[in-house]
C-alpha cells in the first residue's frame, strides 16, 4: 500500500509548491489514475511517490509517503526501488544505455541488487514473460521502437519485483503503434493485480484499467473517485482533462437529440 | 619520422584492416586530428627556430626544411595517437568493456562512467545535428560568412548544454530508481571471452612498452628518427 | 500563395540503405490543410523535412512555388516554409518568451514594427502573452512546445509544417495548437501536421495521407480515409480510425470520422425513415 499524508513540494528555487497538501492512497492491487492539466504536479507527484523527491532531487517536502508502512525518507534509494518502480515520458533516457541486449537490461536492476546469478535471470525471463516481449530478449534495446523500449523499461522495473509501479505518462511520446501495445500491457498487468499509480493525458487508456481516478490541478487534488463518475463529470474540461472519447459522444448524442437505447448500446 | 608512422602503420592501420574498420577509421580518426594537426604542421613549418634550408618565404614568416622534418614528425605522432584512440572506440563494445571492467574490480560506477563518456560523443552529436536542423528552419544562416556563422553559435551551443544537462538528470533519476547507487557488488551475467592468443597478445604489448624504451635511451632506434 | 509539389521523391539517409521516402509523388495546393499521419520511422518526418531544404532528395523533386528546392538556401526556403520541429528543447536557446519567438522573425528580414506586430500576434496566438519575459525552461514541456509554435508562426511564412503538434499537449494546449492551424488557414496559408491523434485530424484537417514504411498508402478527406473500406489498410498501418467512426460503423453508417458527422448522418437517416405523407 503507498499512502501519501497531506504532502506538498517545492523544488529548490522555485517560488511556489508543486504540490500542496496531496493526500491519497494506492490499495494493494489498485490501479489509480492520476488525471490534470500540464504543469498541474503530476510528475512531481510521481517523484515524491517513488522516493526520488526529495532524494534524487533537491527540493523540501512536507507530509509523509509510506510504502507498506515505512516512510520513504528513511530507506536509501536502493531499498526503494524495490518498492516502486517509476517509469517516465521519454523512453530512451530511461534504459541504463550499456546494456547490448534486451535482456542484459531487463537484467540490469537485479544485477544491481547484487542478487543470486539464477534469480536474476529468473526474475529477467519473468519479466519478458509478463509484458509478452521474450522475442525481444536478444535485440539490441537502441534499435527498438519507441513502444517496445518504453515496455523494456517497464520490465526493467518489473524485475525488481516492486509492490507498486508509478507510471508517468507512458504513453506520452508514443505513435499509435506503441501507444495500442504498451496499453494492452498495462491492462494485461492491471488484471493480473499489479498496484499501479499511472498518470496520463488519455483518458481513453485510463477508462480501460482504472479502478478510481484523482484530478490534480494547480497542485492539489479537485477530484476523486471512481473512475466512471469522475471521468464523466461535467466539470472535467474547466478543469484542463479531455473526457474519454466514449464520454464526449455520448454527451455530443444525447445533446442533439440521440439518446436513446439502441445508439447508447453502440458506445459499448 | 619513420618512427611514429612504422607505428602507425603496425599498431593502427594493419589491426584496423584485420578488423576490418580501415575506412571507418581513417574518416573518423582524420576529423578527430584535422584542427590540432593543421595548426601543429602550420606552426612547426613557419616558427621553427634557426632552421638554415629556406623553403619558402611568406613575409614575415620563414619555412625552413627543419621545421617541415618537425612539422611532418608531430603530424605523424599526432595520427598514431588519435589512430589508436579510434581503433579502440571501433573495436571495443562498451558493453563488454562496463563488464570486463566490472570483473576486475573497478567501481560499477566509474565503469559506468567510462562507457557513458564513450556513447555521449554520438549522442551530443545526433543532437547537435537536430539542433542545426531546427535553427536552419527558423532561418539561421550557417551557409553564409563567418561573421554570421559566428552569430549563430549560441542558438546552437545553447540547447546542446542545456539538453546534456537535462538528459543527464533524467538518466540519473532512471538509475537511481534501478538500485544503481547501492554499494557493493553486483552480480555479473557473464564476461567476454578472453582467449589464450588474447592474453598473449596482451602481455606483448605490455613488455613491448619497456623494451622500447630501453631501446631508445640505447640509441639503438636513432636511425629511424 | 504557395504551391508544393513532390516528384518521386526517394531519400536514402547517409550509413543506410532503408528508403526512409520512397517514392513520394504528392502536390499540395495554396491554403490546404494536410495532416500526415503513420507509425514512427513511416517517413513522416522525413517527407516534410524535404519542404524546407533541410534534407536533399536522393531522388525525385521538390518543388516550391515552382522553383527546386535544391537550388535554394534553407535560409531562403525558411521565407516560405515554416517548419516547427516535435522537440522544443532542441531549439530553445533565448533567455525570454519573447526573444525566443523574435529570432526567426529576426532571421527572416522583418523590420521592426513588422516583428513586434508578428511577436505580439504569435504570442497572443499561443496563450504565451502574459510570459512575454519568462524565462523559457521555466515552463512546463507543454508550453515550451506552444513557445516553438509560436516562434515559427512569428516568421509569418505562407506555410507552416508542424512536426507532432500535440504529442504531450494536454486538452488545452491541443485546443490553442487546432485554433491556430485555424486561424493560418483562415489567413490563406497552407498548413501540414504530422500527427498521432486520429481524433484530432479528422476534426482538423480536410485532407489525410497516410504513410508506410516511406510511401503514402491513403490520401484523402477525412470521411474517405476513416471510412470502412479503408479500415484493413488502417490495421495494417497499426492505426485505429476516430472513435466517432467505430460508433457510426455499428449503428450501419460510414464516414463519420467526427462527432459533427455522425450526428449529421444520424439526421439524415431520420429524416429519410419518417413517412412522408
Given amino acids: 500500500m503507498l499512502v501519501l499524508e497531506a504532502v506538498s513540494y517545492r523544488y529548490a528555487g522555485a517560488e511556489r509548491p508543486a504540490i500542496r497538501q496531496v493526500s491519497l492512497t494506492l490499495d494493494k492491487g489498485e490501479v489509480l489514475g492520476v488525471v490534470g492539466p500540464s504543469e498541474a504536479g503530476k510528475t512531481t507527484l510521481c517523484l515524491v511517490a517513488s522516493g526520488l523527491a526529495p532524494r534524487a532531487i533537491r527540493g523540501a517536502m512536507d507530509g509523509r509517503v509510506l510504502l507498506d508502512g515505512a516512510d520513504t525518507t528513511a530507506l536509501p534509494m536502493h531499498e526503494m526501488a524495490a518498492r516502486a518502480g517509476i517509469c517516465f515520458q521519454h523512453p530512451q533516457t530511461q534504459l541504463s544505455g550499456i546494456c547490448g541486449t534486451v535482456f542484459e537490461e531487463i537484467a540490469f536492476g537485479p544485477m544491481n541488487l547484487g542478487l543470486q546469478r539464477d534469480d536474476v535471470v529468473v526474475r529477467t525471463w519473468d519479466a519478458l514473460d509478463v509484458l509478452g516481449i521474450t522475442a525481444l530478449a536478444e535485440r539490441d534495446p537502441m534499435q527498438l521502437s519507441g513502444g517496445q523500449m518504453q515496455l523494456v523499461a517497464i520490465g526493467g522495473l518489473l524485475a525488481l519485483r516492486p509492490a507498486h509501479l508509478i507510471l508517468d505518462e507512458p504513453t506520452a511520446q508514443l505513435d499509435p503503434g506503441g501507444t495500442r501495445l504498451v496499453g494492452e500491457c498495462l491492462a494485461r498487468l492491471a488484471a493480473g493485480g499489479a498496484s499501479i499509480l499511472i498518470t496520463e493525458q488519455k483518458t481513453d487508456l485510463l477508462e480501460r484499467i482504472c479502478g478510481r481516478v484523482v484530478v490534480l490541478e494547480k497542485g492539489g487534488i479537485v477530484a476523486a473517485g471512481p473512475t466512471d463518475e469522475v471521468l464523466a463529470a461535467a466539470g472535467l474540461a474547466a478543469m484542463g482533462v479531455a473526457a474519454p472519447s466514449r464520454v464526449r459522444v455520448r454527451r455530443a448524442l444525447a445533446g442533439a437529440g440521440f439518446g436513446d437505447g439502441a445508439i447508447m448500446d453502440a458506445l459499448h | 619520422m619513420v618512427g611514429p608512422i612504422t607505428l602507425l602503420a603496425t599498431a593502427v592501420v594493419l589491426p584496423a584492416a584485420a578488423a576490418g574498420v580501415l575506412r571507418r577509421l581513417l574518416r573518423t580518426s582524420m576529423v578527430l586530428s584535422l584542427p590540432i594537426g593543421i595548426s601543429a604542421l602550420l606552426v612547426n613549418l613557419f616558427f621553427f627556430p634557426g632552421g638554415s634550408e629556406v623553403l619558402l618565404r611568406l613575409g614575415p614568416v620563414t619555412a625552413t626544411r ?87 553559435l549560441v542558438p546552437i551551443v545553447g540547447p546542446v548544454i542545456m539538453g546534456s544537462i537535462a538528459e543527464v538528470e533524467q538518466r ?43 631501446a631508445r635511451s640505447a640509441g639503438w632506434l636513432d636511425l629511424l628518427g | 500563395m504557395i504551391e508544393l509539389r513532390l516528384e518521386g521523391l526517394v531519400h536514402v539517409y547517409r550509413d543506410s540503405t532503408v528508403r526512409a521516402v520512397d517514392g513520394v509523388d504528392l502536390q499540395v495546393g495554396p491554403g490546404q490543410r494536410v495532416a500526415i499521419v503513420g507509425q514512427n520511422g513511416s517517413g513522416k518526418t522525413t517527407l516534410v523535412r524535404h519542404l524546407n531544404g533541410l534534407l536533399r532528395p536522393t531522388e525525385g523533386r521538390v518543388l516550391v512555388d515552382g522553383s527546386d528546392a535544391a537550388r535554394l538556401h534553407v535560409a531562403q526556403l525558411a521565407r516560405r516554409v515554416g517548419l516547427v520541429f516535435q522537440d522544443p528543447d532542441r531549439q530553445i536557446f533565448a533567455r525570454s518568451v519573447r526573444a525566443e519567438v523574435e529570432f526567426g522573425a529576426r532571421n527572416v528580414g522583418m523590420d521592426r514594427a513588422d516583428r513586434n506586430d508578428a511577436v505580439s500576434q504569435a504570442l497572443a496566438a499561443t496563450g504565451l502573452e502574459g510570459e512575454s519575459d519568462t524565462n523559457p525552461y521555466d515552463l512546463g514541456d507543454s508550453r515550451r512546445k506552444l513557445l516553438a509554435l509560436a516562434s515559427v508562426l512569428a516568421m509569418r511564412t505562407p506555410v507552416l509544417v508542424l512536426d507532432e503538434p500535440t504529442t504531450g499537449q494536454d486538452v488545452r494546449g491541443v485546443e490553442i495548437v487546432g485554433s491556430v492551424i485555424r486561424a493560418a488557414h483562415a489567413e490563406g496559408r497552407t498548413v501540414i501536421a504530422i500527427s498521432h491523434d486520429m481524433g484530432f485530424v479528422a476534426e482538423t484537417f480536410d485532407r489525410v495521407v497516410i504513410m508506410r514504411e516511406g510511401r503514402i498508402v491513403l490520401d484523402g478527406s477525412p470521411a474517405g480515409v476513416f471510412a470502412q473500406r479503408a479500415w484493413s489498410t488502417l490495421e495494417e498501418t497499426y492505426l485505429e480510425p476516430p472513435f466517432p467512426s467505430r460508433v457510426g460503423a455499428r449503428l450501419g453508417l460510414d464516414s463519420t470520422p467526427t462527432d459533427e458527422a455522425l450526428i449529421a448522418r444520424l439526421r439524415e437517416r431520420a429524416s429519410d425513415s419518417v413517412p412522408s405523407t
Fill in chain 2, 66 to 152: 627543419e621545421g617541415l622534418e618537425l612539422a611532418l614528425q608531430v603530424l605523424a605522432r599526432i595520427l598514431a595517437i588519435s589512430g589508436a584512440i579510434t581503433l579502440f572506440y571501433l573495436t571495443t563494445r562498451p558493453a563488454e568493456l562496463v563488464v570486463d571492467l566490472e570483473r576486475r574490480g573497478v567501481s560499477p560506477r566509474l565503469a559506468f562512467v567510462a562507457n557513458a563518456s564513450v556513447q555521449t560523443v554520438p549522442a551530443m552529436v545526433d543532437r547537435a545535428s537536430a539542433i542545426i536542423a531546427a535553427q536552419r528552419a527558423r532561418g539561421l544562416d550557417t551557409e553564409g560568412s563567418i561573421a554570421q556563422r559566428a552569430r549563430g
Fill in chain 2, 172 to 214: 540519473t533519476m532512471a538509475l537511481e530508481a534501478r538500485g544503481f547507487t547501492r554499494p557493493g557488488r553486483r552480480t555479473l551475467l557473464w564476461h567476454p571471452a578472453d582467449s589464450g592468443a588474447e592474453r598473449v597478445a596482451r602481455w606483448l604489448l605490455v613488455l613491448t612498452v619497456p623494451a622500447l624504451l630501453v
